[in-house]
């Protein structure tokens, strides 16, 4: 590859050390108290009426390719802009809403509704909603226009996005309040589709081109881009004319781009950040910042997103399926999860806290640790003394997901796969390499998605958008377009299943390991933090920090 890239040479060390990774704040925000041995760290709840102002200080690992959130297929530009922008409907957060519930609640649609066939679902818009206040856009008020010309700009484009939207057939503004899509097909779900943050509603000046998605962020949600310094920081404030009355309390939100993760600690303690996310190291760590700072709360979260393991399904040794099912039985996942991780849950394609996941022993029993296996099924596959390849890994997630990478290699060198590591800067990675599938085999995350069908049409369907491991099984196609119409739950849930095992013994590409417990330690003075995992951020509108 003619792309910059930087090999790791030095022996893989299995243990937890005590660097530590630290991710931006939406991908692994929390859902539960997470006091230590020692009782500290305990969330406060109930701190009294939400006080107004405020600036919280985050820090992120890497910056965002581009603002554009349909161009760039990384979580951090979702990250980088998720509170500028709004969607038709949203996924509830709140103190008594479940981390990752797919309860539903309007955003900038006040009601919707669906047809008996399901093909034609309906959004009546809020009145007097206001774009941010900055030109060309000028506050003017959003309409179903920009509706259109948001889901116009995602058809035209390339990308995975696209596949939210390829089953909309036909989309009809009546009035300037009302949307109405058809579908080419029934789908029992549309309306979590909507509400995914690749479905932002952008102004029609910006579709228009009258100014540039990957330098500008202009849109209805409850904070507006005030400045940008690639790689340095991005401050948002305020938006005073947001729809919801009352929101924000933050008066704005500083993020500082800190690559290093003791940085970031270290900036912790001093005051300088209010909160650092996906401590993923030995309980040791956690323990001494909780002792060392007063009043610090910690929340850890049962993970949903997953640690993959990406092999080219149509060309190099990873084409046959007996090779990608020897890597899928050569890799410790408990192992892993123990040295490296503070948690987490062993995982099929569909993430376990989604409806359609199978239960965690047959996902066990169909990936188990098995080195012996794995050595016959590559002498199956013609490989009887393994072969050579490079590990493609970034170092944009953190320094986790290298030693994660190292330890594969361990693994799978134990089976005869030789591996060296290609690290690779998070850019290159997340544009270039992973979708054009510039790779023989691969370690990294998955954005979590919010449906069962999302992570199966787009990643395991020969025509998927995410499709980047090349996967082309004509049977799968089949059960996945079936399962998208059955409105029966019990028989929705076995049809969901039937397709994960199918994968699993089947296709063996994405190979999803697990998905990881993650904590967030935060200040004593910042309340009301209830997110979910689209890594929209939108849960920070109702967030408030104790005022001196």
């Not at 953190?398 to 690290?423: F, N, P, S």
């Not at 979910?532 to 967030?543: A, G, I, K, V, W």
């Amino acid at each position: 590859m003619s792309h910059p890239m930087l090999r790791l040479q030095r022996s893989p060390v299995r243990t937890a050390g005590a660097a530590v990774a630290a991710a931006c704040l939406a991908l692994t925000a929390a859902c539960g108290t997470g006091t230590d041995a020692s009782g500290k760290g305990e969330i406060v709840e109930d701190a009294g009426p939400p006080q107004d102002g405020g600036i919280l200080h985050t820090a992120a690992t890497t910056d965002a390719p581009s603002l554009d959130i349909h161009k760039e297929a990384s979580y951090m530009t979702h990250v980088a802009v998720g509170t500028v922008y709004s969607r038709l409907v949203a996924p509830k957060t709140g103190k008594d809403v479940e981390y990752g519930s797919s309860e539903l609640e309007g955003d900038l649609a006040e009601k919707w509704s669906k047809s008996d066939d399901l093909k034609t679902w309906t959004f009546n818009l809020r009145q007097g909603v206001k774009f941010h206040d900055k030109p060309p856009v000028n506050g003017r008020e959003l309409t179903s226009a920009d509706v259109k010309c948001t889901v116009d700009r995602i058809k035209s484009l390339p990308g995975h996005q696209l596949g939210l939207v390829a089953n909309v057939a036909k989309l009809e503004t009546p009035d300037p309040y009302t949307v109405v899509f058809t579908l080419a097909s029934a789908n029992t779900g549309f309306d979590q589709t909507m509400a995914n943050p690749f479905m932002s509603i952008l102004p029609c000046e910006g579709t228009s081109g009258e100014f540039s998605f990957a330098e500008e962020a202009i849109g209805t949600g409850p904070f507006v881009l005030k400045s940008w310094k690639r790689d340095q920081e991005r401050v948002m404030e305020k938006n005073p004319d947001y729809f919801v009355e009352g929101l924000p309390h933050l008066d704005g939100i500083q993020t500082t781009v800190l690559p290093d993760a003791q940085a970031q600690i270290a900036a912790l303690r001093s005051g300088k950040l209010d909160m650092i996310s996906s401590l993923s190291t030995e309980k040791r760590q956690v323990e001494q910042l909780l002792s060392q700072i007063d009043g610090l709360q910690l929340r850890t979260e049962k993970g949903i997103t997953q640690t993959r393991v990406f092999m080219n399904a149509a060309e190099g040794p990873f084409s046959k399926l007996e090779v990608r099912r020897a890597v899928a039985h050569a890799i410790d996942k408990e192992g892993m999860i123990k040295a490296l991780r503070s948690g987490g849950s062993l995982t099929g394609p569909i993430t376990p806290t989604l409806f359609g996941s199978l239960p965690q022993d047959e996902v066990d029993e169909l990936l188990e640790y098995d080195p012996e296996k794995a050595k016959e099924l590559l002498a199956e596959a013609g490989y009887p003394d393994g072969f050579e390849a490079e590990l493609v890994a970034t170092d944009g997630y953190g320094e986790t997901i290298l030693r994660e990478a190292q330890w594969i290699q361990e693994d799978l060198g134990k089976v005869g796969i030789k591996l060296t590591i290609d690290q690779q800067d998070y850019a290159t990675y997340v544009s270039s390499t992973w979708p054009e599938t510039k790779y023989d085999i691969m370690y990294g995350l998955q954005t979590p998605m919010l449906t069962a069908d999302e992570y199966l049409t787009s990643e395991y369907t020969s025509t998927g958008t995410r499709n980047w491991s090349r996967v082309n099984d004509p049977e799968l196609d089949k059960m996945v377009a079936a399962q998208r119409v059955i409105t029966d739950e019990a028989e929705r849930e076995k049809a969901l299943q039937d397709i994960e095992r199918y994968i699993m013994e089947n296709v063996s590409t994405p190979l999803p390991l697990y998905a990881y417990d993650t904590q967030t330690l935060y200040s004593g003075k910042v309340h009301n933090y209830y997110p979910h995992p689209d890594y929209s951020s939108r849960e920070l509108q109702n967030m408030w920090m104790e005022q001196e």
